[in-house]
């Protein structure tokens, strides 16, 4: 049977993601992407008879949906992903330029992702911190997510967030003996890069004992 009596008006687009840009020891490198099911992909265009598409999620099976005839671009993106777990890179993309899809053809589609566009942020500290402090609790908060970084109960040690400033509540319980008080709620905020892993280490001031975040873009690469 024939692709167009089987599926009617409809063709196949066969999809394609390009090697997407990952972080490994401080060289940028890319690897294949293998998989698809944390994207969502989205359809625009008009079909040969002119009907206007837009934002249709396309659902792909084995790479390949079968879709009305037309002119159309493409659009992937797990940006879900980016918003859970503690290592989650958000990648989007689309077609370059638009295709078009003939009556029982068959098109190959291709996705071109890059870089991560979300920034990853681990906690760490200095031997000067962990002398006095225990049971650290770091709250980062943009827009209406928030996460605690830290070594306190139900806390994780990174996270990813869109780019831009995060803010941060920052306390600590005083080490028995250390001769400092707990740490209740030192606030301020951090500017993360799109595509980077970057570090905040908390350390002391020698003199003051004042607590500095340092914050130091590790490396463009792998959310591991």
């Given at each position: 049977?024939?692709?167009?009596?089987?599926?009617?008006?409809?063709?196949?687009?066969?999809?394609?993601?390009?090697?997407?840009?990952?972080?490994?020891?401080?060289?940028?490198?890319?690897?294949?992407?293998?998989?698809?099911?944390?994207?969502?992909?989205?359809?625009?265009?008009?079909?040969?008879?002119?009907?206007?598409?837009?934002?249709?999620?396309?659902?792909?099976?084995?790479?390949?949906?079968?879709?009305?005839?037309?002119?159309?671009?493409?659009?992937?993106?797990?940006?879900?992903?980016?918003?859970?777990?503690?290592?989650?890179?958000?990648?989007?993309?689309?077609?370059?330029?638009?295709?078009?899809?003939?009556?029982?053809?068959?098109?190959?589609?291709?996705?071109?992702?890059?870089?991560?566009?979300?920034?990853?942020l681990t906690i760490a500290?200095?031997?000067?911190?962990?002398?006095?402090?225990?049971?650290?609790?770091?709250?980062?908060?943009?827009?209406?997510?928030?996460?605690?970084?830290?070594?306190?109960?139900?806390?994780?040690?990174?996270?990813?967030?869109?780019?831009?400033?995060?803010?941060?509540?920052?306390?600590?319980?005083?080490?028995?003996?250390?001769?400092?008080?707990?740490?209740?709620a030192v606030a301020g905020?951090?500017?993360?890069?799109?595509?980077?892993?970057?570090?905040?280490?908390?350390?002391?001031n020698a003199v003051t004992?004042?607590?500095?975040?340092?914050?130091?873009?590790?490396?463009?690469?792998?959310?591991?």
């Amino acid at each position: 049977m024939r692709l167009q009596d089987e599926h009617g008006g409809k063709g196949r687009i066969v999809l394609a993601l390009s090697d997407i840009q990952v972080f490994t020891d401080d060289v940028v490198t890319r690897t294949t992407l293998d998989d698809y099911s944390g994207f969502v992909f989205t359809l625009n265009g008009t079909t040969v008879d002119g009907w206007t598409v837009r934002d249709s999620v396309i659902t792909f099976t084995d790479n390949a949906a079968f879709i009305e005839a037309g002119t159309y671009s493409l659009s992937a993106q797990n940006l879900e992903a980016s918003q859970t777990g503690s290592g989650c890179a958000y990648y989007s993309g689309a077609t370059a330029e638009d295709f078009t899809l003939t009556v029982g053809g068959t098109m190959a589609v291709s996705i071109s992702l890059g870089a991560p566009q979300n920034a990853k942020l681990t906690i760490a500290y200095s031997d000067a911190f962990t002398a006095k402090y225990q049971n650290v609790r770091m709250t980062l908060t943009r827009d209406e997510r928030s996460v605690d970084l830290g070594s306190a109960d139900g806390c994780q040690p990174a996270a990813c967030f869109p780019a831009g400033s995060v803010s941060y509540v920052l306390s600590a319980a005083a080490k028995s003996g250390s001769h400092v008080s707990d740490i209740s709620a030192v606030a301020g905020s951090l500017s993360l890069a799109a595509g980077k892993h970057s570090t905040v280490t908390l350390t002391l001031n020698a003199v003051t004992g004042e607590i500095i975040p340092l914050v130091e873009g590790t490396h463009s690469g792998e959310f591991d």
